[in-house]
């Protein structure tokens, strides 16, 4: 595996244009605007997360914001993460309406929501967004190998994320080996498995000799890589929760066995089934 850098502090990884991602931070594709999002954020930010993860398609920027500004806390030291639809024409113009629903000046990486319509198109209007100070990291979601490469061969500035679905049951091996040769960090979404494999028996019994959660494992196992995580939760006991993972270590033998939950073969895709061929308007 080529070199992880990491922030003093462990907590946070280096990007290739200088930027820090922060490990952990609080996703929040399917929780409503308004209240719900507010308060999750809310708490998130009570508890020490530093990292928010929305998108064009979640229709909650503005409660992020919301709930960001209610914070009272510096700007400069909270990661916000939005991403283009796609199904939109123009990246720049996009995160202009972004940040006027965030209520911010930038974001802190402004990410493709995934491949629609082939993986090039939208980078130029993405640079663009970068140049003028909208966004400043810019990367992709959903692509495989070969769409990354397609935009690094062509990119002036160069995507310094890949977020895609990843976990132990999800363990894109050749991905994660193709991305980190490429500098560019793959951020794990859906680390929870979207809660489908979280009553796993196998990982039950990894969490109890570890005294902690499976939520807890699952993303331990991420973070103990240097693979940033945005678990989402609703719940603050859940919240709370899913960020105690600085403070314990998985052994050699447990990642393995966590290593060997994996249902995909160690895949180079991204994603098995791309929605956005099926469902030009689903939203992730
Ligand atoms: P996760 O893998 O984070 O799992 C969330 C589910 O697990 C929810 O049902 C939640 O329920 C439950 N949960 C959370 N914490 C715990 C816990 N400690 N114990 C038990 N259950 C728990 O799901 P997502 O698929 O939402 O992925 C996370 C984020 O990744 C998204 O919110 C989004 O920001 C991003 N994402 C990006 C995509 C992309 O295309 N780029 C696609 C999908 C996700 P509850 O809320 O009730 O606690």
């Not at 290739?16 to 594709?29: A, H, I, M």
Request: charged share 25%; aromatic share 8%.
């Amino acid at each position: 595996m080529a070199d992880v850098t990491l922030t003093a502090d462990g907590h946070a990884r280096l990007l290739r244009d200088g930027n820090e991602l922060p490990l952990l931070g609080l996703g929040v594709w399917q929780v409503h605007p308004g209240q719900e999002t507010e308060t999750a954020v809310r708490w998130a930010l009570e508890l020490g997360y530093r990292h928010i993860d929305t998108a064009q398609g979640y229709g909650n920027e503005e409660s992020v914001g919301k709930a960001l500004l209610d914070s009272g806390l510096p700007r400069d030291e909270v990661f916000i993460t939005t991403k283009f639809h796609p199904g939109s024409k123009d990246p720049e113009a996009e995160a202009e309406h972004s940040l006027r629903r965030l209520g911010l000046d930038r974001v802190d990486l402004y990410l493709v929501h995934w491949p629609q319509d082939g993986p090039t198109w939208m980078w130029p209007g993405m640079e663009r967004a970068h140049e003028r100070g909208f966004a400043r990291s810019i990367g992709v979601s959903n692509f495989d190998v070969a769409e990354l490469d397609a935009v690094l061969a062509q990119a002036g500035v160069q995507p310094a994320v890949n977020q895609v679905q990843f976990s132990p049951f999800k363990h894109r091996r050749a991905l994660l080996e193709a991305c980190a040769q490429r500098q560019v960090v793959l951020e794990a979404y859906s680390p929870l498995t979207t809660g489908g494999n979280l009553g796993d028996e196998r990982l039950a019994q990894i969490a109890e000799r570890n005294e902690r959660t499976p939520a807890q494992v699952l993303l331990r196992w991420a973070v103990q890589r240097g693979i940033p995580v945005i678990p989402k939760s609703t719940r603050r006991e859940r919240i709370e929760e899913n960020a105690q993972i600085f403070d314990f270590t998985l052994s050699d033998a447990d990642m393995e066995a966590l290593d060997g939950l994996d249902e995909t073969g160690g895949t180079a895709h991204a994603i098995e089934r791309p929605w956005w061929r099926r469902w030009i308007r689903a939203v992730r």
